[in-house]
């Protein structure tokens, strides 16, 4: 267990509103095909948003909500799939954008995909928990939008552009908050089954011999959707067993929005009820990263998740990565 809370929540949102009939249109699909398959109903699209432009706005939300001030922040970190430029980690700029004291925080990124909140936060607990920092604030912020593939219609209907934050310290003496259990595990079977190759070493934007379909995003969607299901269940067997928690008093579940069908097996397969589960995909799509924080965000905004919740996350990522975490918020 480790005492720490989340003291602040929040998120930014692009003001374009994609919708499937503007999807369906442009990519040539029969009306009503994208709610069908996926459940969703619209997305947004950054216009002249940056990744850190948009991390920092979620996160003076945070800041806002949790009544500190970002010269108390001591720790940033970046928990996201794409980052701003490679070198420096776009935490640096966050903290520009925020317009943080130099030197007052240390900055770094994380990723894992659609896993990287989970990972991110579990991380700023532990330092939080140990003392070597006071106030962490974990962001994700993802622009999905720019790297799609028109040619894999059902990858490319799935995703939006949204940033989320939470701030991280530690909890006052008898408080209730705390992080109870994470767990995560990877399994490289599923590398090839979700990627965007372009951009690094391998395939570096100067060689000659990168293609442009490097560089846009790939998902072998059922392949990756068979598998990550077959070791999710297993898995979270695994996670409450060591919890020690019965899944029915479990106040919120808070899945990765990955899509409708996949949220569905969160009832259909894992042993949990559709009122636990906190839902936005229909309206936000998958978000990678920022899908969790967002959907916790907007949940504990709307009085969803109230203090002394009994709170799990849980999803899979690229690699294919699995992760859960449960807390008190």
Not at 67 to 96: E, H, K, M, N
Not at 162 to 175: D, I, K, L, R, Y
Not at 270 to 282: A, T
Request: glycine share 10%; net charge negative; with cysteine.
């Amino acid at each position: 267990m480790l005492p720490v809370k989340l003291a602040g929540l929040g998120y930014y949102l692009p003001e374009r509103r994609v919708t499937n009939a503007e999807l369906e249109a442009t990519l040539g699909i029969p009306p009503g095909w994208i709610a069908r398959l996926t459940g969703a109903q619209e997305r947004r699209y950054v216009g002249s948003e940056t990744s850190a432009g948009m991390g920092a706005a979620a996160g003076q939300r945070a800041l806002t909500q949790a009544g500190i001030d970002v010269a108390d922040v001591d720790l940033i970190i970046g928990a996201s799939t794409a980052p701003q430029q490679a070198i420096p980690c776009t935490a640096v700029f966050v903290q520009r954008e925020l317009g943080a004291p130099e030197g007052q925080s240390a900055c770094f990124d994380v990723n894992a995909t659609c896993q990287s909140f989970l990972f991110g936060l579990h991380t700023a607990a532990h330092l939080v928990a140990a003392g070597a920092y006071r106030t962490a604030l974990v962001y994700s912020s993802e622009i999905t939008s720019r790297s799609l593939n028109p040619q894999e219609r059902e990858s490319a209907v799935l995703f939006g552009d949204a940033a989320a934050a939470a701030v991280v310290t530690a909890s006052a003496p008898g408080e209730a908050s705390a992080i109870w259990h994470a767990q995560f595990a990877t399994h490289h079977s599923g590398a090839e089954l979700s990627q965007l190759r372009g951009g690094g070493t391998l395939h570096h934007p100067n060689d000659p011999t990168t293609l442009p379909f490097m560089n846009v995003f790939e998902m072998r969607g059922p392949t990756l959707f068979k598998q990550g299901i077959r070791l999710a269940e297993p898995f979270l067997d695994r996670f409450f067993a060591t919890l020690g928690w019965d899944r029915q008093t479990v106040d919120a579940v808070v899945p990765h929005q990955a899509s409708g069908p996949a949220i569905a097996m969160f009832v259909h397969r894992f042993g949990f009820h559709h009122d636990q589960l906190v839902i936005n995909f229909p309206t936000r799509g998958n978000c990678i990263a920022a899908s969790l924080p967002l959907a916790l965000a907007e949940a504990v905004e709307s009085g969803r998740i109230r203090r002394g919740d009994r709170v799990v996350l849980a999803g899979s990522g690229a690699g294919l990565t699995l992760g859960a975490l449960a807390l008190t918020f």
